[in-house]
């Protein structure tokens, strides 16, 4: 068992509990030299007691309950300690510190659930796992972070590990075989196999790109003409006078971003400067940005007025978007219809939503739209498996490559030992993903140091 790691779990901040945890050689002994039981002195596995927490010079610090939780059936595998103390700052900080008096180390970033992967309770897509969990802020984040941690990643690379270990003996049987002059080897049955396995990969980093935007959301971007309602639209999205509005054209001169949760999805909305072809500089610049933020947006909204006709920006805007991800809102419907409908949809080959900033018409409806576009609204189809993690991602894809050659030295009949350089690397890359046989530090050093100290 490994020397004896301490921090705080809980936020350090005013709070009704807050907890400390030890794990490691002493954390029984440590757990023990600074509580007094008010109930009973036995101290019993993984049942809360009732009693004191004293310092290293026996002054009181806390009431407290507290746990002993024997390894190898805790969190980290090795013995631990809990402390529940109230949560104030000082208590919790003095417990700390108690610990750390002791002969207890501070524990690092991430530590606790690096030491379950390192005792072999978790694989590595599980602690990434407990990352995203402890970071989701939205039901879907926290539904895919959840699906990962009960083992949906590790079953799929599991089997996509079993399916190369398959080939890798297909392929073993082909290089003996081929020793022996006299027998063909049969390459049929390993192109398929790769095929299947290929397929199986291909899935799981298609899923990457719903993965991302679970992990990050949608990159959104209001852009339109200067007046036509791109800051009303983010106010009435808000319920908040978050962006200047005024009738004067090109009130917005920078960029805002705000977040939204839209049906358990984190929106990412930004307004623009409205876009005009001006001689003002400063608004020029604004211009400029707001196309260029709209070229790695994951969707554009286009916000046009549908009180007057279109004019040559408007056209720009049509071209610009044509090819994208969008929604487009005919705005200020109160008012008289002078808007060419028919130019829009032909430009753009989709049907406007209509709507009344002043009014606040038209915002469920846009909202909605946002949904269905990357999930058909429903939170359930969040039970596919996907890949949010873009360390997972760039294996699968290294993997995915290796296999190509694979297949193609196959197809092409090159020698199989050197088709087998390729299997291995693919399989070795798979592995990487669970984190088994795994020597890379400064990997595992890059997923841990994203935790916070306590997890
Ligand atoms: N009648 C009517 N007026 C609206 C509507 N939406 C916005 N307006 C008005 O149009 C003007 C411009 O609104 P903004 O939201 O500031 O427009 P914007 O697109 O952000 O403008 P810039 O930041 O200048 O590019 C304001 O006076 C709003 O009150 C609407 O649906 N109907
Ligand atoms: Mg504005």
Avoid: W
């Avoid at 301490?6 to 757990?31: N, P």
């Avoid at 398929?192 to 199986?200: M, N, Q, R, S, Y």
């Avoid at 009435?236 to 977040?259: K, M």
Wanted: charged fraction near 35%; charge should be negative.
């Amino acid at each position: 068992m490994e020397d004896t790691i301490c921090a705080i779990s809980t936020a350090i901040s005013k709070s009704g509990i807050g907890i400390v945890r030890l794990s490691g050689r002493e954390a029984f002994e440590l757990g023990k030299k600074h509580f007094k039981s008010k109930t009973n002195s036995n101290i019993e596995n993984r049942k809360l007691m009732y009693g004191n927490f004293y310092d290293n010079d026996e002054n009181l610090i806390d009431e407290v309950l507290i746990s002993f939780i024997r390894g190898p059936k805790s969190y980290t595998t090795e013995d631990m300690v809990e402390v529940y103390s109230h949560g104030s700052i000082v208590s919790v900080k003095k417990i700390l510190e108690s610990f750390l008096h002791s002969g207890a180390r501070m524990a690092e970033r991430g530590e606790f659930t690096k030491r379950a992967f390192l005792n072999g309770r978790i694989d590595l897509t599980k602690a990434e796992a407990v990352l995203d969990l402890i970071n989701s802020e939205t039901e879907i984040e926290h539904r895919s972070a959840l699906n990962q941690l009960e083992g949906s990643v590790t079953r799929e690379i599991g089997k996509i590990l079993d399916d190369l270990t398959d080939l890798n003996v297909l392929m073993e049987a082909s290089i003996n075989f081929s020793e022996d002059d006299e027998i063909e080897p049969d390459k049929s049955s390993l192109i398929k196999k790769t095929e299947e396995v290929l397929d199986e990969i291909e899935i799981l980093i298609e899923s990457h790109k719903r993965g991302k935007i679970i992990k990050n959301g949608i990159k959104t971007i209001i852009i339109g003409k200067p007046n036509v309602g791109k800051s009303s639209l983010l106010n009435n999205f808000l319920n908040e006078n978050r962006a200047i509005v005024t009738d004067i054209p090109g009130t917005t001169r920078d960029v805002i971003e705000e977040f939204l949760d839209v049906d358990g999805l984190s929106v990412k909305i930004v307004d623009t400067a409205g876009i005009r072809l001006t001689e003002d500089l400063v608004e020029k610049i604004g211009v400029e940005k707001s196309l260029d933020l709209s070229k790695n947006a994951d969707l554009i909204i286009a916000i046009f007025d549908g009180s007057k006709e279109l004019e040559k920006e408007d056209y720009m805007i049509l071209d610009h978007i044509r090819d994208k991800e969008k929604i487009i809102v005919v705005n200020k419907t109160d008012l008289d219809l002078k808007i060419n409908l028919e130019e829009i949809e032909k430009r753009t080959g989709s049907k406007p939503i209509f709507a009344s900033m002043s009014e606040r018409k038209g915002i469920k409806e846009i909202l909605d739209s946002i949904s269905s576009l990357f999930f058909s609204g429903k939170i359930e189809e969040m039970d596919d498996l996907v890949i949010t993690s873009s360390r997972q991602e760039n294996l699968l894809k290294k993997a995915y490559f290796s296999l190509k050659n694979v297949l193609k030295g196959l197809e092409d009949n090159i020698f199989l030992d050197l088709i087998d350089v390729d299997l291995k690397i693919a399989t070795d890359s798979i592995a990487e993903i669970l984190g088994r046989n795994f020597e890379k530090e400064d990997v595992l050093d890059q997923i841990f140091k994203k935790f916070c100290i306590g997890k």
